[in-house]
């Protein structure tokens, strides 16, 4: 992976400094994809887009690609005195929990924040499935990750803008538990593409066989 520089952003509530990489290029030998989306691997970036900001009088919410930009440095001046103070954001993943109180701030008045939120959410939920796909959710975790998928797929369908066709939308409805709502709408899907090809057989015979854990192919 290479750094291009640096983005200096700032908090929209409190003007809090950020400091996000500019990703120039990376490889993807050591990918693993799962179904939600989630791509896991030692040679990919992880890039923010939920913040809860850091500074304690602030710790409201906000998309860190809405966030004022204020400087491009490169990467000799990372420690430059006039940044000294901006968080640095690499890495930075944002928990269940925060996900959860972010669905009940005000970012999540924009519907597309809310499912920018949604999908971070139902991938925080499915990161113990990734570990061990036997290991049973409480009531509670169970109810918030269908109602999570719930939601999702309503906002999904609303937005007109979505590139992913209707792959993801079958998939969605596999995990909420809809096994034969996902089969009909992976038969309406034609494509010339190899590689989508075999997600959507893997997500059919998944739904085939009744099992809706996120998994990787």
Excluded at 120 to 126: K, V
Excluded at 150 to 165: A, F, P, Q, V
Excluded at 192 to 201: C, G, H, T
Aim: aromatic share 10%; with cysteine; charged share 30%.
């Amino acid at each position: 992976m290479t750094i291009a520089g640096f983005e200096i952003s700032k908090c929209p509530h409190c003007s809090k400094l950020y400091m996000n990489r500019i990703i120039g290029s990376y490889n993807t030998f050591d990918a693993e994809y799962y179904s939600d989306g989630f791509v896991k691997g030692d040679s990919i970036p992880i890039m923010p887009s939920i913040v809860k900001c850091v500074n304690n009088n602030c710790k409201k919410f906000f998309n860190i690609k809405e966030s004022e930009i204020i400087a491009e440095i490169a990467t000799k001046c990372m420690g430059d005195p006039e940044w000294k103070d901006a968080h640095y954001l690499s890495g930075y993943v944002i928990g269940e929990n925060d996900l959860e109180e972010a669905l009940l701030s005000e970012i999540c008045n924009n519907t597309s924040n809310e499912y920018t939120v949604r999908i971070q959410l139902l991938r925080r939920y499915n990161d113990i499935f990734r570990k061990e796909r036997t290991i049973p959710l409480s009531d509670r975790k169970k109810s918030s990750f269908i109602y999570n998928l719930e939601r999702l797929i309503e906002l999904y369908k609303k937005d007109e803008t979505n590139s992913n066709g209707s792959i993801f939308l079958a998939e969605l409805s596999r995990e909420k538990g809809d096994f034969n709502g996902c089969l009909e709408i992976l038969k309406g899907i034609s494509t010339e593409n190899e590689n989508a090809k075999r997600v959507i057989e893997m997500i059919y015979s998944k739904a085939k066989i009744g099992d809706d854990k996120v998994f990787k192919y």
